[in-house]
């Protein structure tokens, strides 16, 4: 055999069961991961890591090998997995769930399982998609969240506890993390968990989400895919499909363009299945609009009339109305029923059937709902929302939105205006015209076409847009009306011009007849033409809205030379006259041969989507502001009320002329306030929700654009100013503006002087500092003011916006004086005034750069701990006050981590020890504060676990130094130990009660830890100062002790009760602090001395619980306490009395509470007895003791094994061998409990008989006297029963009912005849007297009238080592209940015994059943044997009197077995029959206290034949007898029985009769 060698591979995991076939192989289940230790010829020898101490060999195939990290403790080498930590975390997930998962298939609960099955499938599938590493960036961090989201709603549903995280979804390591940390990382996580239980319970009934991701994102998108159009047109089409607004009755998008061939299919055959277009930019406003539709306009493009048939005279391309469809779509944009890509909806056209049928009117009319016959024809469209902008969608759903699906925007803006999106887009729509007939017989067939054209009245190419997903044209030409007069087209072009030449182009609008044959259409000429220009004079866009134009008429040619009409005005206003007809203008000196139509009239609408244009006069001034230097200031003051939308558009180019503007003018402050004004507005813009995306571009100007070097003087100036005018009371309007944009400005400034240092090298530096001090200075003068109104305003503004300047200010202030300006700002504050602004202030303060400085730090913890500690004990603005101490507590723990990194870079202490001073400082103004108020706060008030947390975190940052100086602090002996009391009763509640869910395991831990370190810590406290005979404090004492067991045996910290993964992890993490509290309780009691008398009896329960713990070493650690209180208790009274009544009282409750074990028995027994012989004078008491005590545990632990069982037959044995132990022991109290419960129990079963007997016993123990009741009463009793004279009357007319019920009116006699004697000769109540004998008379009635069944009784043997103590190899005769059969009896007795076997044989078994482990159990019937009772003798008494006898009072049972022996006699079968009498002697007569009672003696008699033939006779002798009896009390009785029971003895007709017996057969 080659020897075992070391191996590399260390880690792996079972594919396959390995079942252990000798005693070195190590069983392995396929998943078991192992740490192999040693390799030989294809075997390894290891341990799983389930039983670290089984160690063993197995082979090398069946394991797959895995990478791992040893890491060396000592000797001691452990394994960690080199996996990515998340994959780790599934695998221990997936275990952990798994045993669940089993469970809820064995109780049932399918639902749930299937539900956990699929997310374990879920997880196991991402665990690969980890594992392959082939993941990018932001998929991977979004898979890790996917992950750890079903982990932890996985471990909620499953009451596993809660797993805690960072950002980066790794698992918190409570080493590494503050406490405060932990419990706000606590907090998210249990609200992220509870809104998506929410959200999947909602999720039945409605769309997942859905609000939660409107709410998230700014802006979203409409997907749409065109499947079909099925319609008869037979000519080409254009389909144009949009958004509508029925509310405002228009579209609210482009429309998307389909050019349908007259085939029937798209004209573009590649795009047959891939008509996909998106509406982007929709926001929460449009989402939120009453009704949205999706409408689509169809227009044939063609001939005139479609009726008329095709030849060549017919004119073509005519673009012709045909028809129009809707579709609702609110309820999908508003997320209220599913949208999904791959459901189809179907949408009818409705066709125009008059000539006046306008589209746009026909949708009006569509969307209120007309019905229509659409016969079939229409689109098959399918819908979806997307969350999100364009790009988020093409990222999230690249598969519906990829380069080639087209891109409808909204007419207008979005909501949020991205600082990229760069759009220069003008929508023109045409609207209506009117237009005279003319010269003509009917109206005319107006078709209008658009072109945009430049100075020169050329036409610019291909910059006109009929929507989106079409090719730009030169010119545009609208759909013709057949003979209308009014025209209402409502047609929406997107004209898209280059920015540089807009201010040249003009749109040109010309209108010709168009005739449906084609020769007459060709001679058509022109005959109107109007204009608009895109730039207006002022050099400001064509304004949006309607324009109603000029049409103008003249010769064709005329009407298309720009240089004609370009002067002349295009649009009317609504104020001047119409200009008369045929009116014609003077152009320079020659007439322009143009006159204007007066009798027609045309309206467009234009809408300017650009973020290069502005319509704004004012903007535009500001920005040209060197054009016209004279109106500047007007201009600074009317950008106020310029439209937001404008400003942001133009932000980089409005800051540079504010700052030009204030550069070039250095020297005047004219228009300082006005600049700064502007700046503030602009800020304030870009603060705003809609533009809130431009923060970034605001920031990345300041860095890189910005280069202003004098601003900073302005600026600090005017805000001086301001906050100075405000100080002083006056009404300061812009200030709260300001306030709001400090941070800002605040920008500006340093980076202004930051480039003014650059240049002329550190100049002025002195100036600045003085500034800026000023300006503190100034705020904190604005401070102390008392004055309400705008000044109270003021301050809460100040007190919100400062700290958002200190990142800026820190780099350039002194740090200390910083702090005492920040100082002097927040305490010139009236102490009640702005309280909750003050303490948010502060926060804010603390949490910035400011305070991770000593000195800064230093000045305003002095500052800012005693309002706290004011605040906190009066309980104002708690939630306020408590963020404020956990964010201190926070940055204490993150400099105390600094200083302790830089302590072993540097090996410099000086910046720990500033960092523990101040966490003294917090220490000792706010810890006893912080506990009071926990003290003080409702147990369901939520800022309580805060506190708590708060109290933890002081704790974790406290070292023993700390500790020391803290106790050393207290003024006088009395405050310290009211100081300990308070902690300790504190400690004791919140173990006892915990203020966070008993999921939050680790919250729970970490505490745990931190108030063991303490507990350990006030331990050193009490010996050192609460110990001498002089200090001794024993209620303190008590306290710790109690605190001390209260926290070993919390929940929390029971290992046993958890599952084996959480268990490891426990231990790796905390190790079992069970132990080391423990070993503190043994050491603090034998440091108690000659004080130990004192915890006599008290101690004894507590240290009672502590051993009964299910830890080995700490049960052998604190078990030697118990000997300690014996020998100390006997050392001073030579006895131990006091202690043994109390262990024994305490044990029955711990026991029956669920506590101790067969191990703890052994343990006990041992420990005790080997200390007790140690001591000669303790050695007899003692042993008895120890004996005493493990006979009452092994009862009581029979006693709660069966004490749960549904059949509680078994409780009722054990109830009873326990009262008799207490009997024996003679502890009365205990005794008469168990009598209680015994008694409860009969009485639930209806055995009123037995509950009556037992009831006695306890009657028993009374006496007929006026003395006081000495045990405490239980159950029925009032309080008002004093006497024992009162008692047992009270027990004894229960006990009579209890009989009555049970027939057994005998007994009741018995009890009446007492209580009667006691009310005539003792208390002389006859009115009692009365009553009682009248029951009895009752009684005696029922016993001749009632009709009583005489029970059956059963022996019951349990043979076999199976059965429990108290049952095994005895043998038991039960009382049978009334008419129950053997068969019954036997169902009852089996059931609780699945596994046990019926003997077939009534003989008693041998060894090899008795000593075998199984279970054996024999069931028989047997007879009462009737006591001779000589008042019955040879007496003729009715048969309901002695039957009672018969079967009562009965103490001794036989059973007989007749077997033959001898020669056979062929005539006479009598002659060789014997008999085998076994008699059973019980250990009490039943009934009894219960049903059953145990075998004490058995003997066995052969009966001889002849004995047997006797026995027969005198049977049959007294059946005649009683028939006799009751024919003589009763002669109306039928003859029939005993005239048959005659005939059948003196001429029997079988077995040969009496003749039989006369023959000599006893020879």
Known sequence: MAPWLPTKEKYGVAVWNFPSANEHHLPLEVGETVHILQASEGWYRGYSLRNRAARGIFPASLIHLKGAVVERRGAEESVVPAEMPMVQEITTTLREWAAIWKQLYVTGQMERYCKVKQMMYELMEQRSQLLSGTLPKDELLQLKKE?????????????????????????????????????????????????????????????????????????????????????????????????????????????????????????????????????????????????????????????????????????????????????????????????????????????????????????????????????????????????????QVRKDHPHLVDRSTVVARKLGFPEVIMPGDVRNDIYLTLVQGEFDKGNKKTQKNVEVTVCVCDEAGSVVQNVIYQGAGDKPTSEYRSVVYYQQRHQRWMETVKIAVPIEDVHKTHLRFTFRHRSSSDTK???????????????????TTLRDGEHDLILYKGDSRKLEDAGSYLGLPSTRSPSEPRILSGSSFRMGGSVSGLAVSARDSFQISTLVCSTKLTQNVNLLGLLKWRAKPNVLEGNLQKLMNVDGGEVIKFLQDTLDALFSIMMENADTDVYDTLIFDALVFIVGLVADRKFQHFNAVLEAYIRQHFSATLAYKKLIGVLTQYVEQASRGEPCEPLLRTFKALEYIFKFIVRSRHLFAQLYEGKETAEFQRSLQRLFQTLNQLMKSTLEGPTLLSQGAALKYLPSILEDVFGIFDASMLGVLLRD??????????????????????????????????????????????????????????????????????????????????????ELVKVKRHVQLILERL???????????????????????????????????????????????????????????????????????????????????????????????????????????????????????AFLTQDSLQLENFSQAKRTAILAKYGDMRAKIGAAIRDMWYNLGHHKIEFIPGMVGPILEMTLVPELELRKSTIPIFFDMMLCEYQLTASFSRFEDEILRKLDSEVEGGRGDEQYKQLFESILLSCCRAHPELSRPGESFVALVTGLLERLLDYRAVMNDENKTYSMSCTVNLLNFYKEIDRQAMYIRYLYKLKDLHISYENYTEGAYTLLLHARLLKWSDEANTAPMQGLHSPSLHTQRQLKEALYNQIVNYFDQGKM???????CKELAEQYESEIFDYEMLSEILQREAKFYEKILKVLRPSPDYFAVGYYGQGFPTFLRNKVFIYRGKEYERREDFEMRLLSPFPNAEKLQTTSPP?????????????????????????????????????????????????YSRPFKKGPKDPDNEFANMWIERTTFVTAYPLPGILRWFAVTSTTTTVISPLENAIETMMKTNEKILSEINRHQNDPSLPINPLSMLLNGIVDPAVMGGFAKYETPSGH
């Open 147 to 391: 992950v750890t989201s079903k982990i932890d709603y996985g471990n909620k549903i499953l009451a596993l506890d809660l797993v805690v995280r960072d950002e980066d979804e790794n698992i918190l390591d409570p080493d590494r993390t503050s406490i405060i940390s932990l419990f706000q990382a606590h907090r998210r996580a249990a609200q992220t968990v509870t809104q998506r239980i929410q959200e999947e319970t909602s999720s039945q009934q409605s769309q997942p989400g859905c609000s939660t991701r409107l709410a998230a994102s700014p802006s979203h998108s409409l997907y749409l895919c065109v499947r079909n159009f099925v319609c008869n047109i037979g000519e080409e089409a254009q389909l144009f499909m949009a958004l509508y607004d029925p509310g405002e009755q228009r579209m609210i998008s482009e429309s998307y363009v389909i050019h349908w061939a007259s085939t029937g299919v798209p004209r573009d055959i590649e795009l047959l299945n891939n008509l996909r277009a998106v509406f982007t930019d929709l926001g929460s406003k449009d989402l939120k609009r009453e009704r949205l539709f999706l409408v689509c306009q169809i227009i044939r493009v063609g001939r005139m009339d479609l009726r008329e048939t095709l030849s060549r005279k017919l004119s073509t391309g005519l673009r012709r109305p045909f028809g129009i469809s809707v579709m609702d779509i609110t309820d999908i944009t508003k997320g209220k029923c599913e949208s999904d890509e791959d459901k189809q909806h179907f949408i009818p056209v409705h066709l125009a059937a008059a000539e006046n049928d306008f589209l746009h009117n026909m949708i009006r009319k569509a969307v209120e709902g007309k019905d229509i016959n659409h016969k079939g024809q229409g689109f098959w469209v399918s819908l979806k929302m997307l969350w999100g902008d364009l790009n």
């Open 521 to 539: 259409d060709k001679s058509e000429k022109i005959f109107s033409m109007a204009f608009v220009k895109l730039m207006r004079p002022d050099g």
């Open 825 to 910: 700002f927040i305490g010139n504050l009236q102490p009640q005034r702005l309280l909750r602004q003050k303490l948010q202030s502060l926060t804010d303060i603390v949490n910035s750069k400011v305070f991770q400085s000593y000195e800064c730090r230093d000045l305003l913890l002095r500052m800012a701990v005693p309002v706290l500690q004011d605040l906190i004990e009066r309980g104002e603005e708690e939630d306020a006050c408590v963020e404020l101490l956990s964010t201190i507590l926070e940055v204490l723990y993150m400099a105390q981590k600094r200083a302790e990194e830089d302590r072993h870079r540097e090996r410099s202490n000086s």
């Open 927 to 1045: 810890l006893h504060t912080v506990n009071r108020r926990v003290i003080v706060l409702e147990r369901d008030n939520s800022l309580r676990s805060h506190y708590v947390a708060c109290m933890a975190a002081i704790l974790s940052q406290m070292d023993a130094d700390h500790y020391h100086s803290y106790i050393q602090a207290f003024p006088s002996r009395p405050e310290l130990m009211d100081f300990l009391m308070e902690t300790f009763i504190l400690f004791k509640d919140l173990i006892g009660k915990t203020v966070y869910p008993s999921d939050w395991m680790v919250m729970n831990m970490v505490q745990n830890r931190e108030f063991l370190r303490a507990i350990n810590q006030f331990a050193t406290t009490l010996t050192e100062k609460f110990l001498s005979s002089s200090s001794f404090e024993l209620q303190l004492w008590n306290n710790y002790f109690h605190l001390a067991v």
């Open 1305 to 1311: 009116w005998e007994e009741a006699i018995h009890i």
């Open 1406 to 1454: 041998g060894p090899d059943i008795t000593q075998s482990p199984g279970q054996y159990i024999q069931c028989f019937t047997v007879q009462p044997v009737e006591e001779p009772r000589i008042r019955l003798r040879d007496r003729s008494i009715p048969e309901q009197i002695t039957n009672f006898y018969k079967a009562n009072h009965v103490q001794k049972f036989s």
